[in-house]
C-alpha cells in the first residue's frame, strides 16, 4: 500500500495471521493478521485494552502468542527469536534509559550492548544526539530532561543498532503538543532512512499523519485496515454537519436521524451524518432532519475525518449496525 | 561475556550516582559500630574488650545493608521499562541481574575498608596476617555474592522499589539473632538453635577466627569455616536459580 514500500521491496516486514493471546483467561487477542511492507509505517490504532501492546510485545519476541504465527523482518517471532531481536529495536511506553546516565552515556551503552566496538559506539551516540536535537543536553543526566527530551533520546537508543524494524508503543502518549510535533517529525525521519516503523497509538491524527497503512484494534479484533483514505471512504466520504438553533431543536434532530448519526456535539448543536455529498441525497437528509424547516440554522458538508471512521469501527456493536 | 561488563559498568555508574544509597551502604554501618561499642558496649559483659567482639559483627551488618540495595535497584530495573530494552538486544535478565552483583561485590568491598579503617580508630587490633586476611575478605565477598543475588529475587517477586526496600530489614533481623553482637549463650534458649546454625554465625565466627586468632565460641574454627561457605555457596546457588525462575515469569 505504501509507495515506498513496493519501490524499494516486495518483501513483507511483518507477516502474522492468527494472533491469539489470554491473559489468566482473559483473551486480549483474538486471532489477528498483519501484513506490513518493508520502508512503510504502519499504526495499529486503538482504545485502551484494545490488545495493542501485547500485539507488539509478541512481534518483538518479549511475549509468545498462545495461537498464531509472525515473521518479523523475515524471521519466525518463535522459532528465530535470536534473529528478530538483532534486527528491531522496541520503544515501551515507559521510557526505557536510566536517569542517573547522561544521554551520552545511555545511547553508549545501548549501542555497545548492540554489539558495536567502544569507539564505533561513541561516535553513533554523538550522531544521534546530533540528529535528535539533543547534541546540547548529551552531557547532563537523562533524569533531568523534559518528557519530549526523554522520548527522542529512547527512540534515539531504539536506533542505535540500525534496526530494520522499530516498534513504537503509543510514542507520544503524555507529550504536550509542541513536544508531540517534535517526536512526529523525529518518527517521519526514521520512516525516510527506509525503517520500517510499527507503532500504535489510540490518536487519530497521529496515525493519520504518520502511517502508510492503519489497523485498527478493538477488542482483540482487527475490525479495519488500509490507508487513512480508504479507512474514510468505508465508513462515508462526506459527512453532513447540521447545527440547531436550540438544544431542543438539536435533541429532535438527533433523534430524527438516529441510525444516520456519525457524529455529535452537543455543546456546539451540531449533528453530523454520513452522506455521499450529492445534492440529492442533502437534500433527502435535511427534509428527513428537519421537515418543519426550523430546527437546522446552517449546514455544512466536509470530508469524513478519522474520527469519525474511529467512533464507527470502535463503536459497540448495537450501534455499529446502524451504520 | 562483554555484555555482562557492560552491565557491570552501568550498574557500577548508577551506585556511584545514588548518593543516598551509598550513604546507607557506608554510613549506616559505621554509625551502628559507634552505638554498639560505646552505648551498648559498656552494658555487654563478654570477657574480652567489646570493640574486638564486634566489628567482625559490624562487617557482616555492612555487608547485608550494603549487598540488600541490590533489591532495589533490580526492581526499578523491572518497573521501569529498561528490562524490555536490555532483552530487545538480546541481552539475557541473568546478564542484568549479575551487573548489579557485581556492583553490590565493588561497593562493598569500599564500604568494607571504610568501615574496617573507622574500627581501628576506635580501638580494634586484629591479630592476623596477610594470608588469613585475604581469606576474610574471600569469606565476607562470598556472603556478599549470596546476600545480592538473594536480595536480587527479592527485587524480582515484588512490585514496588519501595517493598524491595523491606529486604535489608529482614536480613538484618538475621545478624541481630546471631553471634554478631552478643554471644549466643546469652540468648533464651529457644533462640540458640537457630541462632547458632543460621548462617550469620558461622560467618561471623569465621571473620573472628580469621581476623582475631580464634572464634569467641563454639564449633572450632575449620567447622565454622565449612559452615560459613557451605551456607552462602548454598543461598548464591539457591538465588540464581529462583531469579531465573522470577525473571522468566516476570517478562513473560
Not at chain 1, 527512540?155 to 502518549?173: H, Q, W, Y
Not at chain 1, 517529525?185 to 532512512?193: F, P
Not at chain 2, 559483627?57 to 529498561?82: K, P, R, Y
Request: hydrophobic fraction near 50%.
Amino acid at each position: 500500500m505504501s509507495t515506498r514500500g513496493v519501490n524499494m521491496s516486495n518483501e513483507l516486514a511483518i507477516e502474522a495471521s492468527g494472533l491469539a493471546k489470554s491473559y489468566a483467561g482473559v483473551r486480549v487477542l483474538c486471532g489477528i493478521d498483519l501484513r506490513v511492507p518493508r520502508g512503510s509505517v504502519c499504526a495499529l490504532l486503538g482504545p485502551n485494552g484494545a490488545g495493542k501492546t501485547t500485539t507488539v510485545r509478541i512481534l518483538a519476541t518479549l511475549s509468545r502468542a498462545d495461537a498464531g504465527q509472525a515473521r518479523v523482518a523475515g524471521f519466525d517471532v518463535e522459532r528465530d527469536r535470536r534473529q528478530v531481536r538483532r534486527h528491531i529495536s522496541l520503544t515501551g511506553q515507559f521510557a526505557a534509559l536510566d536517569a542517573a546516565q547522561t544521554g551520552e552515556e545511555n545511547l553508549r551503552m545501548i549501542g555497545r550492548l548492540a554489539g558495536l566496538p567502544r569507539a564505533a559506539a561513541r561516535r553513533r551516540a554523538a550522531e544521534l544526539l546530533e540528529q535528535f536535537g539533543l547534541a546540547q543536553a548529551a552531557g547532563r543526566r537523562a533524569g533531568t530532561y523534559s518528557g519530549g527530551m526523554r522520548r527522542r533520546l529512547d527512540l534515539a537508543a531504539s536506533l542505535t543498532g540500525r534496526p530494520a524494524v522499530i516498534f513504537l508503543d503509543e510514542p507520544t502518549t503524555g507529550l504536550d503538543p509542541q513536544s508531540r510535533l517534535t517526536t512526529w517529525r523525529a518518527i517521519a525521519g526514521l520512516a525516510a532512512d527506509g525503517v520500517t516503523v510499527f507503532l500504535t497509538t489510540q490518536y487519530l491524527d497521529e496515525a493519520d499523519r504518520l502511517a502508510d497503512q492503519i489497523a485498527v484494534l478493538n477488542g482483540g479484533l482487527l475490525v479495519a485496515a488500509g490507508t487513512a483514505t480508504e479507512l474514510k471512504r468505508r465508513v462515508a466520504a462526506q459527512r453532513l454537519d447540521l447545527t440547531c438553533p436550540t438544544p431542543t431543536a438539536f435533541e429532535q434532530v438527533r433523534s430524527r436521524l438516529t441510525s444516520r448519526v456519525v457524529h455529535l456535539d452537543p455543546a456546539a448543536r451540531t449533528v453530523g451524518v454520513a452522506t455521499d455529498g450529492s445534492a440529492a441525497q442533502v437534500r433527502a437528509l435535511l427534509d428527513q432532519a428537519d421537515p418543519g424547516r426550523d430546527l437546522v440554522a446552517s449546514f455544512a458538508v466536509r470530508g469524513a475525518t478519522l474520527d469519525d471512521v474511529f467512533f464507527t469501527l470502535t463503536a459497540p456493536a448495537p450501534e455499529a449496525a446502524h451504520v | 561475556m562483554s555484555d555482562a561488563l557492560i552491565m557491570a559498568g552501568r550498574s557500577l555508574r548508577l551506585s556511584l550516582r545514588s548518593p543516598d544509597a551509598l550513604l546507607t551502604a557506608l554510613l549506616l554501618p559505621v554509625m551502628l559500630m559507634v552505638v554498639f561499642v560505646y552505648l551498648f558496649g559498656g552494658a555487654v559483659a563478654i570477657g574480652t574488650s567489646y570493640v574486638e567482639y564486634v566489628v567482625p559483627g559490624v562487617l557482616l551488618l555492612c555487608a547485608i545493608t550494603g549487598a540488600s540495595t541490590t533489591a532495589v535497584t533490580v526492581c526499578q530495573d523491572m518497573t521501569g521499562g529498561i528490562i524490555d530494552r536490555f532483552r530487545s538486544l538480546d541481552v539475557p535478565g541473568t546478564v542484568v541481574l549479575a551487573g548489579h552483583v557485581t556492583a553490590s561485590l565493588l561497593r562493598n568491598l569500599v564500604s568494607t575498608v571504610l568501615v574496617a579503617a573507622v574500627a581501628v580508630g576506635i580501638g580494634f587490633r586484629p591479630h592476623s596476617d596477610p594470608a588469613r586476611l585475604a581469606a576474610a575478605v574471600g569469606v565476607l565477598l562470598l556472603f556478599v555474592a549470596a546476600v545480592s543475588w538473594l536480595a536480587a529475587a527479592f527485587g524480582l517477586a515484588v512490585s514496588a522499589p519501595e517493598a524491595a526496600n523491606g529486604a535489608m530489614f529482614f536480613l538484618m533481623f538475621l545478624s541481630y539473632a546471631s553471634s554478631a553482637f552478643v554471644p549466643v549463650r546469652t540468648m533464651p534458649w529457644w533462640l540458640r538453635g537457630f541462632a547458632r546454625h543460621q548462617l550469620a554465625t558461622p560467618v561471623t565466627e569465621t571473620l573472628r577466627g580469621l581476623l582475631l586468632g580464634q572464634p569467641a565460641g563454639g564449633l572450632p574454627a575449620g567447622a565454622q569455616l565449612a559452615a560459613a561457605l557451605a551456607w552462602s555457596a548454598g543461598i548464591l546457588a539457591a538465588s540464581v536459580l529462583l531469579s531465573m525462575v522470577l525473571i522468566r515469569r516476570r517478562t513473560a
